[in-house]
């Protein structure tokens, strides 16, 4: 079983005609939508598109931070960020979601991260 990537988008921008006005200088948060390949069904995995110099910046303003589900580029361009992240994504398989799912977790914030089935445990 493969991922699949069945969308993704940001509340912040739009996703699909977003040009930064400082390449150098800029991070924005994506939610991809992605699913068990030709199965219907998705869950969202956020990831932190950004610059170095944007980190160094927010470093600056709020102190130190983990590096976790960030994306870093060189210069900010969704037109290649996306595409990477997209095969990225799509070359994760597993036996099932749920394995597909804790190695994604690994590439974007998983909105089931640390989720515990209370009923069953």
Known sequence: MRA???GFYSSDIDV???????????????RFLVGPQGHEGEESFDILICTPRWLEKQIEKTGPRLGMNHF??????LRYAIPVLTN???SVYGD???DIAGRLSKIGYWEFEG???????
């Open 4 to 6: 699949e990537v069945k």
């Open 115 to 121: 989720y515990t089935d209370t009923i069953n445990s």
């Open 72 to 77: 870093i580029v060189n210069r900010f361009d």
């Open 96 to 98: 099932n979601w749920d």
């Open 16 to 30: 699909h005609c977003y040009e930064s006005s400082d390449p150098e200088i800029d991070g924005q948060w994506i």
């Open 88 to 90: 990225k994504i799509t």
